[in-house]
């Protein structure tokens, strides 16, 4: 397993007030991502496990891409992959996004 860390600075912070949201699952060959509210609201942390080494510039550049047009700040994201492309991340990153800025309702 190949463990990848990336740190963004970001201006937009993430709306609603669920702490933490899942979505996604790994043993379909896709990716699983959890979002967790953390202290730092300028910021967003990713954490990525993966089986497919060697790809860390593409994470990044999925991530960057993600970051600059998502209001991810304030969020510590974890990503167990199970061989997701590119465009699945960037829909599972958009999804989770979502659920957590939600109402509780």
Do not use: Y
Not at 39 to 61: K, L
Not at 86 to 102: F, G, K, N
């Amino acid at each position: 397993m190949e463990k990848l860390t990336f740190q963004f600075q970001t201006n937009r912070a993430a709306g609603g007030d669920k702490t933490q949201t899942i979505v996604g699952v790994v043993a379909s060959g896709n990716l699983e991502v959890l979002l967790e509210r953390s202290q730092t609201p300028g910021e967003c942390s990713f954490e990525i496990s993966t089986a497919a080494h060697g790809f860390g510039p593409v994470w990044e550049a999925v991530l960057s891409d993600f970051v600059g047009r998502s209001p991810v700040g304030g969020l510590k994201i974890s990503i167990n992959d199970g061989g997701a492309r590119p465009d699945t991340v960037a829909l599972r990153l958009a999804q989770a996004v979502r659920l957590i800025e939600e109402d509780k309702a």
